[in-house]
């Protein structure tokens, strides 16, 4: 796949997975269902451990000059995002244990990332 495709592609998947992570955070927590009863802090993890990976790969492909400055700035705006729109959500609420699980997510997405990076 030649690099333009490959940048469309990751920006697409990007651009997707923001909407969804966004609508995931404005949903009612269902709390009667199994998966996500007591499992929500897994579900912050690896939804920006994700997301961090695919920031970085797109600001990677688009060959940005301060990558790790601007997606760290993403990263921390979308944290922010995602628990300000619980403020509106019945069932849902703000969080800083949630942003600190986001960051830590972000940070071991960063870390594989890098080292996947490395590798090849």
Avoid at 57 to 69: P, S
Avoid at 103 to 118: F, Q, R, V
Wanted: proline share 2%.
């Amino acid at each position: 796949m030649d690099k333009k495709s490959l940048k469309i592609l990751f920006t697409v998947i990007l651009v997707l997975y923001v909407i969804l992570m966004i609508v995931g955070a404005i949903i009612p927590n269902p709390q009667d269902v199994p998966v996500f009863s007591g499992h929500t802090k897994y579900f912050h993890f690896i939804g920006f451990l994700v997301l961090s990976i695919i920031v970085f790969k797109t600001l990677e492909l688009y060959k940005c000059k301060h990558e790790n400055w601007i997606a760290a700035i993403m990263l921390a705006a979308f944290i922010f995002l995602t628990e300000f729109l619980q403020l509106f959500t019945t069932t849902r609420h703000f969080a800083y244990t949630d942003m600190l699980i986001d960051l830590g997510g972000c940070i071991i997405g960063w870390g594989l990332y890098k080292w996947i990076s490395y590798k090849r």
